[in-house]
């Protein structure tokens, strides 16, 4: 499999808040090859805490992409027949630009400078990457959770531009439940007096609130019976319960370690402005029905949601497949059954590979 990391530099991006970012760095990966034509490039779209490393062996971390297990030679997303390209968002910590990055116009990390961003803002500036490609024509876009949100925007904001999409656990806009869950983890980092109001570049970071934020929302990743599974009551290295606040359960350990990983690698302003964008996120934007805005898409459509997974139920993909048969546009629609919650999308992957893969093979053979 080829792959290919760079990040590109554009002179501005106009945001929908008003502000301009200038200039504004991209980071992306790419996987395969572009045919002569410029027909099979497919743009993956990752979830909150994910960056443009999708797949192959980093050679930074020496880890796996976060979607792996989908991408490469005969693969879901074949990389022997399709060029695949993951970008880190904007907001992000890994390379795009963000609230971690510099400010030209003081020299110093924009912090809670950065503006305002939103999931438009994301896709507009994955757009610019897309014509600087050269690419007239996605044959699809897709991702799971923040993903999908990305891939709805494309296909409504883009129609020309979007054969196909696979919005994947996801939404059209966040429920007050999904909200609620992550004000608490913005709450943990503000609370953190490491935060010292976004201001801690090049001083300790808060830690401690990023780990609690992330601690709460690795809970909503997961379901109940996976829990069970994998940890149930089980302590941790004693065999009855004593009072205290050391770590006795198998579960609070995992918690902790999952935290504290977390801490090293995303940057505790990045998640308070890229939550903020999924918050505000509605596909309708206040123009209409949902059914009128899906109806300027042309794409076809492959919507997939999980049994299991309580952070964005099946009612939420149900919601966005009833809007688009109500104005007879092409959608295929499967509820998987997992048991492994939110994070089935990115673990339960054997049949999603297989509806993945005969979706896009059909597609490429329209789109010739």
């Known amino acids: 499999m080829v792959v290919e990391a760079n990040t590109v ?7 929908d808040g008003g502000a301009t970012l200038a200039p ?10 572009l045919n002569a034509h410029k027909t099979n490039a497919i743009l993956v779209l990752h979830a ?9 062996i980093s050679h930074e971390t020496g880890k796996p992409g976060w979607w792996d297990n989908m991408i490469g030679p005969g693969k879901a997303f074949d990389t022997d027949r399709y060029l695949v390209i993951c970008t880190n968002v904007l907001g992000g910590c890994r390379g795009t630009t963000g609230p971690s990055s510099v400010n030209p116009e003081t020299g110093c990390p924009y912090a809670m400078t950065f503006p305002v961003i939103t999931i438009g803002d994301m896709v507009r500036l994955q757009k610019m990457l897309i014509d600087w490609f050269g690419i007239e024509r996605l044959l699809t876009v897709t991702g799971g959770s923040m993903g999908g949100m990305q891939a709805l925007k494309w296909a409504v904001d883009y129609p020309e531009q979007v054969v196909s999409a696979i919005p994947i656990a996801s939404t059209t806009r966040h429920s007050a439940q999904q909200i609620a869950f992550n ?5 943990a980092i503000m609370a953190d007096p490491d935060w010292n109001g976004g201001d801690y570049y090049g001083k300790q970071p808060p830690a401690r609130g990023l780990a609690v934020a992330r601690m709460v929302g690795h809970i909503t990743y997961m379901s109940d019976e996976s829990m069970r599974e994998k ?4 302590l941790r290295d004693k065999e009855t319960f004593g009072f205290g606040f050391d770590v006795d359960f198998e579960v609070e350990s995992y918690l902790r370690y999952r935290g504290s990983q977390f801490v090293n690698r995303f940057d505790a302003n990045s998640y308070l402005y890229i939550t903020k964008a999924m918050d505000y996120f509605d596909l309708t934007e206040g123009q209409g029905t949902l059914s009128s805005v899906l109806e300027r898409a042309q794409a ?7 049994s299991s997974d309580w952070l964005y139920p099946s009612y939420q993909s149900q919601e966005m497949v009833r809007a688009l048969r109500s104005r007879n546009q092409d959608v295929a629609y499967v ?11 990115l673990v339960d992957v054997a049949e999603q590979a297989e509806l993945v893969r005969g979706f896009l093979a059909s597609t490429f053979e329209r789109a010739q």
């Open 335 to 345: 509820e998987l059954q997992s048991n492994y919650g939110h994070d089935s999308f």
């Open 300 to 306: 076809r459509f492959l919507v997939i949601s999980f």
């Open 48 to 56: 909150f805490s994910g960056d443009a490393h999708a797949a192959g």
């Open 24 to 33: 504004v760095e991209v980071a992306y990966e790419t996987y395969g090859r």
């Open 9 to 15: 530099r554009f002179d501005s991006l106009s945001l």
């Open 231 to 234: 940890f149930g009551r089980r």
């Open 183 to 187: 004000e608490v983890g913005r709450q």
